[in-house]
């Protein structure tokens, strides 16, 4: 299963082009040229999108959940046989290593395929009995047409994520990958069709966010939009979708504090914090870019820390050694740098690092490159400690008491995640219950059970994704009401 040159949209079981026949250039960032070219869909593609999954819904919602499950396991089967080929296609589209898309991102894929088309066999809805007089039960049916929208830094990951409970669920879908990071939902695509997943169950329809993205979510009759991306295009979106009745599910950014205790386990910690901090170049929304250390272990920290970061590995996204790749595109670059800056600006002592970006040799040279950057002795208001960069770039703080540390933790707008690390486990529970935030982890990092409920409160969010969750949002309860 090779990536092509011409990525095609994916509507009515076919691979086309825009009907404008236009398309956008599509960059490998590790040697920032463009490689391939995407359709530049807009409306009207989306309106045969949304014309093919109208027709499909109503096969696709009465066929059985024993049959969906059945397409959408081969679906699974097909991604996994197809490993190799799918990680290649990822790192090369956003610059992360192989070896990160072969172990995480693209299990992960059909990970969530096959757990939502298991998961449909086990949902069931409620009943309420009214003794002597009715019964009440509640259906639980598909949307109808929903939409998904999802973001460039986990693709394929996120992708289905969104799409596999909404199929499951016996909708029929809509859906754009980002511009930046398409390749892999065209790899799906055809996927889809080797499946034998019906003509216009999913349709793939690729393109600009602000275009054919807000072409999905001012359809007036796609239902519901799943969507995760940046607060700002989710307040937009919100803007549109919430004043036409949609159903809404919204994972946005983070700022997600680490907090570490003295007591904790220092080893492990600091293996994790490294990981927590620069997986994937500090590009997932759950990493923690604000640690907050207690003052005894602080400086035994820092030292630790920035020997350990000093010592990752950037570059060929296809080394073994390589920790870290290529940033997933040069306006993203530019903004960690502006990000950098502004550090600098503020006070920041930058501990390791720089504000240029690495400059590789041969095939590499004009990649997007950065070395991972660590900053302290910025004040917790500051923006680079309220805003999200969403870059390789952490800032370390000493705190002295629990209470001065959740006052950071919850500082600002956000609330996605959280990390604590303590052996106190009644410390544990009481910093879990303070935190503002939908997911704490304690003494460990982005431990995933898909089943967990997922997604933030404040800035981060509306709703959440995950197991029945997930089953829930993409199905309307309707409630029956028998008089006997
Ligand atoms: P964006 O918000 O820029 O884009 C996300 C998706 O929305 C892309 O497919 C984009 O298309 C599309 N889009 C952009 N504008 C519109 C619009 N007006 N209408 C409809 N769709 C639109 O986010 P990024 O791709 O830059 O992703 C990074 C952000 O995602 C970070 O803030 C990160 O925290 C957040 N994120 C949140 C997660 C969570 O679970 N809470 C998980 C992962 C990331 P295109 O790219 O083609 O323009």
């Not at 298991?118 to 509640?138: P, R, Y």
Request: charged share 20%; proline share 6%.
């Amino acid at each position: 299963m090779s990536p092509d040159k011409y990525i095609k949209n994916y509507i009515d079981g076919a691979l086309v082009p825009a009907l404008s026949t236009n398309y956008i250039d599509n960059v490998n960032p590790a040697i920032g040229q463009v490689y391939s070219h995407i359709p530049d869909s807009d409306t009207d593609d989306v309106q045969r999108a949304y014309e093919a999954a109208e027709r499909a819904f109503p096969t696709w919602s009465k066929m059985g959940m024993q049959k969906r499950f059945r397409i959408l396991a081969r679906l699974a089967d097909i991604i996994e046989q197809n490993l190799d080929d799918f990680a290649a296609a990822e790192s090369i589209d956003s610059g992360k290593p192989f070896k990160t898309a072969l172990s995480i991102d693209i299990p992960r894929a059909h990970q969530n395929i096959r757990f939502f088309a298991t998961a449909i066999l086990h949902f069931a809805s409620e009943s309420h009995h009214m003794e002597g007089e009715a019964v009440n039960f509640t259906l639980r049916q598909p949307i109808g047409i929903v939409g998904c929208i999802s973001p460039w830094n986990l693709p394929l990951y996120l992708f289905t994520w969104k799409i596999a409970p909404a199929l499951a669920a016996g909708n029929c879908v809509v859906a754009k990958p980002s511009e930046i990071t398409p390749m892999t939902a065209y790899m799906l695509s055809k996927a889809c069709i080797e499946a034998g997943l019906p003509n216009g169950v999913l349709n793939i329809v690729h393109g600009e966010g602000p275009k054919a993205g807000q072409a999905i979510i001012e359809h007036p009759k796609i239902k519901a939009i799943s969507f995760t991306g940046g607060t700002n295009t989710g307040r937009k979106i919100a803007a549109t979708a919430a004043p036409m009745f949609k159903k809404l599910s919204l994972e946005l950014g983070g700022k997600n504090p680490n907090i570490i205790f003295a007591d904790c386990d220092f080893d492990q910690m600091i293996l994790t914090t490294l990981r927590s901090s620069f997986s994937n170049n500090g590009q997932i929304c759950l990493c923690g870019s604000r640690i907050y250390v207690e003052r005894p272990i602080y400086e035994r920290f820092k030292e630790e820390f920035v020997k350990k970061t000093q010592l990752m590995k950037v570059g060929d996204p296809f080394s073994e050694v390589t920790d870290l790749g290529a940033i997933s595109s040069k306006a993203h670059l530019e903004k960690i740098i502006n990000c950098i800056n502004l550090a600098e600006v503020e006070g920041g002592n930058m501990l390791c690092g720089s504000n240029e970006p690495l400059r590789m040799k041969g095939e590499y040279e004009q990649g997007y490159f950065l070395r991972p950057v660590v900053f302290e002795g910025l004040p917790i208001d500051c923006r680079t400690n309220q805003e999200e960069i969403f870059g390789p770039v952490v800032t370390i703080t000493p705190f002295d008491t629990e209470e001065e540390v959740l006052a950071y933790a919850n500082s600002t707008d956000y609330g996605l995640s959280a990390t604590v690390w303590t052996k106190d486990i009644s410390r544990a529970q009481r910093i879990s219950e303070s935190l503002q935030a939908g997911i704490v982890w304690v003494n460990c990092w982005l431990l995933r059970d898909l089943r967990t409920p997922f997604g933030g409160v404040k800035h981060s969010g509306v709703g959440r994704e995950g197991g029945l969750e997930a089953l829930r949002f993409f199905t309307e309860p309707k409630n029956v009401c028998i008089k006997y």
